[in-house]
């Protein structure tokens, strides 16, 4: 009778344990659910995403980036020069750098009996080390608007509109209104020697065969100097650039040359150009158009070369 007993009793038991088993699944699902909604809530975090990385990775070599016959023609060899010494001088001298990736430069030297010339380009690849707060072309902006500061020049922007003076307001000094000629009385001129009627003035200097007024008594040469273009912000030439113009003080035994230095952003890349031109004697001033001209298609040659 009692092992009929104990045999009645081991059915009920394993029931008992497989609710239990029941009741500890359904919980486990419950709180399954639970982890998934805390995980949903995560993805939907509203943090800004990291700006993407700039448009150019690495930097080409500056010694080649240049053509060798826009080379040739910004840097004339004196023509002493051995086959071997002309390849050396086009082939430049590289910039010491210790991330080519970031930093990288090269220059050029040129000299003849009548000039030397200088030229040196120089990359640098900006790239913004928290991209959560500034993308690499944002930082490659900064950088370039800290060098225009520099070189004391305006921050492009619109133009001011010409204001008109005000309705029977009072002309610029110097001149009436409607621009015409100031109304007062003329310089007084000077008596002729003979007592007659006023000389007009100082003559004109008589003008040679070709038009050009000739140079007064102990004056110099009348040869007119080539226009002075000076620094700008310059329109057309990678995404932001500008231009620097500078002539060293003249003397009477002192050389004058001119340096024109370009400044160029192309998204998150930095180019320089810097060409030097320096007149083996005195009195002689380097073109302005025909130097800045020249840097000019060497950086545009340049842009060109970053987006091949």
Not at 84 to 113: F, I, K, N
Not at 131 to 153: E, G, I, N, P
Request: glycine share 10%; net charge positive; with cysteine.
């Amino acid at each position: 009778m009692q092992r009929k007993a104990v045999r009645r009793v081991l059915p009920g038991i394993a029931m008992l344990t497989a609710l239990v088993a029941g009741v500890a699944g359904l919980t486990g699902c419950t709180s399954g659910t639970g982890g998934a909604g805390t995980t949903d809530a995560k993805a939907g975090d509203s943090s800004p995403a990291p700006a993407p990385a700039g448009k150019y990775r690495s930097l080409p070599a500056p010694c080649k980036a240049a053509d060798g016959k826009r080379l040739k023609a910004m840097l004339p060899a004196a023509p002493a020069l051995t086959e071997e010494q002309r390849t050396q001088l086009y082939a430049g001298t590289a910039d010491t750098s210790y991330d080519a990736d970031r930093h990288v430069g090269c220059r050029w030297t040129a000299q003849t009996p009548e000039e030397t010339r200088l030229l040196s380009v120089r990359f640098e690849r900006v790239v913004s080390y928290d991209r959560s707060a500034m993308s690499d072309d944002d930082k490659a902006k900064q950088v370039y608007v800290r060098r225009l500061t520099d070189a004391h020049l305006p921050f492009p922007g619109p133009a001011p509109t010409p204001t008109a003076p005000p309705p029977g307001g009072a002309a610029p000094s110097g001149t009436a209104p409607g621009g015409a000629a100031p109304s007062g009385p003329a310089p007084s001129a000077s008596p002729s020697p003979s007592g007659g009627t006023p000389a007009a003035g100082p003559a004109a200097p008589p003008a040679t065969a070709s038009g050009t007024p000739s140079p007064g008594a102990g004056g110099s040469t009348a040869a007119t100097p080539a226009p002075e273009l000076g620094s700008r912000v310059l329109e057309g030439l990678g995404t932001e650039a500008f231009i620097e113009d500078k002539l060293s003080a003249a003397g009477a035994s002192t050389v004058q040359s001119r340096t024109v230095r370009i400044v160029l952003r192309t998204a998150n890349v930095i180019v320089t150009v810097e060409y030097s031109v320096q007149p083996a004697l005195p009195g002689t001033i380097p073109s302005s158009p025909e130097t800045q001209d020249k840097a000019r298609q060497l950086a545009a040659a340049l842009v060109e070369r970053f987006n091949d």
